[in-house]
């Protein structure tokens, strides 16, 4: 099992900024991918970002040069620092850490809440 435990959600005006981290715990062995996806609210979770074991991201086009997803292995954690937030970006975020071996296992957060005002 892995643990994803997120932080950093607030309230920010937009034009503002914040940075969410996902701490991971548990069997965080073999994880291949880590990322982060949204749910605003009456929407389906859609993903914001992703990075992979080795390095290799992807970015929604709606956050893509506004928004940087990075991994610390050393402290079993990803960053997602979001820029030039727009009210459009009202969301539950959830981190969620991916193992796609022999078999698919997703893990999940249990969210954090991002609000921008205008």
């Known amino acids: 099992q892995v643990q994803l435990v997120e932080s950093g959600g607030d309230l920010v005006q937009a034009g503002g900024s914040l940075r969410l981290s996902c701490a991971a715990s548990g069997s965080i062995f073999s994880i291949n991918v880590m990322g982060w996806y949204r749910q605003a609210p009456g929407k389906e979770r859609e993903l914001v970002a992703l990075i992979t074991s080795g390095g290799r991201t992807q970015y929604a086009d709606s956050v893509k040069g506004r928004f940087t997803i990075a991994r610390d292995n050393a402290e079993n954690t990803v960053y997602l620092q979001m820029n030039s937030l727009k009210p459009e970006d009202t969301a539950v975020y959830y981190c969620?850490?991916?193992?796609?071996?022999?078999?698919?296992?997703?893990?999940w957060g249990k969210g954090t809440l991002v609000t921008v005002s205008s």
């Open positions: 969620h850490a991916g193992k796609y071996g022999s078999s698919i296992v997703n893990y």
